[in-house]
């Protein structure tokens, strides 16, 4: 199979609470957040195995982070990838707030 040369691109969709890489017009993998106040709090992230190992999920975290910067806004990595991502990527540290027990409780109630 060949792969594709298209370059990705990514989506936020308010509705859905995430952020979309889309690879020719596909969904290659997802970021999900929910907002709290002037947070953004990201629990999941994930990559389509198709399209794994070619660095889409950390092009994704870097957009999507980047979005939330100017939005404005402040970030919370609940998400391990993204927790991962920041350790390795420090530019991003004077937007990211700690994961807190009452964070993660407030998040319990947010997800079905």
């Known amino acids: 199979m060949s792969q594709s040369s298209a370059v990705p691109s990514v989506q936020r969709s308010d509705t859905e609470q995430l952020y979309a890489v889309l690879v ?11 907002d709290r106040g002037e947070q953004r709090v990201f629990f999941h ?5 198709t399209f794994a190992g070619r660095g889409l ?4 975290v870097r957009q999507a982070l980047t979005d ?31 994961v807190t027990p009452d964070v993660l409780t407030w998040l319990e109630a947010q997800l079905p």
């Open 57 to 60: 999920a950390a092009e994704l």
């Open 45 to 49: 992230t994930e990559t389509d195995d």
């Open 24 to 34: 020719d017009g596909h969904r290659a993998g997802l970021t999900a957040y929910r």
């Open 68 to 98: 939330v910067r100017a939005s404005g806004k402040r970030m919370v990595p609940v998400c391990p990838y993204i927790a991962s991502y920041l350790k390795r990527h420090d530019g991003f540290a004077d937007i990211t707030d700690p």
